[in-house]
């Protein structure tokens, strides 16, 4: 019998599902049937995607700026060093990784999930293979609507993030003290560097495609039955996430180095 060690199949899979995902996303990206029914589903997806994702970036992004701004004083335990400094060190946690990276993260959860089981679900009750057969392009119909909403909303999700976060830590600090209100706004506009805005929404163009693109793949390649439709929600997920911090890596040595 022929055996074959584990790192080889693993590094078959992976290349397996690679080469797959490069076709998928060169269907994805092939030219619509119709561009006015394509602007009227990535109106839709906006709206189904972006929009219904503004409450949970809003909390989230307050708590966690009051969070950073707090742990952030109550670490700094040497007298001189300034109060202001803990303005500047909140407001670089949030433009720099918070607002992109951990949001990206937290919608990988919430609009990969339902991207994959939406698209899983068309594939177990054969929906997409209906599409194929009346010779539509039924990745592209399907994702590509899903791809434009999401790389056009999340920059705006990541800058609602940075302000709602900003105001987060301001108001944390000012309640409790800890930072002065005239501290803190002064730490947030010392020595800022706008391109630290730019370099979060250049990651967040970037993560949106991965969300989307991961997402709808795991979905368009469901086989089975509902139980299948959960499993590939869950590697979505997972992968979506994994490929947002290394990619957060990568154009951190890139865009910063």
Do not use: C
């Amino acid at each position: 019998m022929i055996h074959i060690e584990g790192p080889k199949i693993l590094n078959m899979t992976f290349l397996f599902h690679l080469g797959r995902y490069a076709l998928f996303v060169r269907d994805v990206f092939r030219r619509p049937v119709k561009h006015r029914l394509l602007l009227t589903q990535t109106i839709k997806e906006m709206d189904v995607l972006g929009l219904s994702s503004v409450g949970i970036v809003f909390i989230i992004s307050f708590f966690m700026g009051a969070v950073i701004t707090l742990q952030t004083a109550y670490n700094i335990e040497l007298p001189f060093i300034p109060k202001y400094t803990v303005g500047v060190a909140a407001r670089d946690s949030i433009l720099l990784e918070f607002s992109s990276t951990i949001v990206s993260l937290i919608l990988a959860g919430k609009v990969g999930s339902h991207i994959a089981s939406e698209i899983g679900t068309m594939r177990v009750t054969e929906q997409i293979d209906v599409l194929d057969v009346m010779g539509i392009n039924s990745a592209g119909f399907l994702v590509l609507p899903k791809v434009l909403a999401m790389i056009f909303l999340l920059p705006f999700l990541v800058l609602i993030s940075m302000g709602i976060g900003i105001i987060g830590g301001w108001t944390a600090g000012s309640l409790t003290g800890v930072v002065p209100s005239n501290d803190f706004i002064y730490g947030i506009q010392y020595a800022f560097i706008p391109f630290y805005i730019v370099y979060s929404l250049i990651k967040a163009v970037v993560f949106a495609f991965l969300i989307t693109t991961i997402s709808g793949y795991w979905g368009y390649y469901t086989t089975g039955g509902s139980l299948e439709v959960g499993h590939s929600s869950t590697r979505a997920v997972v992968v979506s996430s994994i490929q947002i911090l290394l990619f957060n890596l990568l154009l951190t040595q890139l865009l910063l180095a």
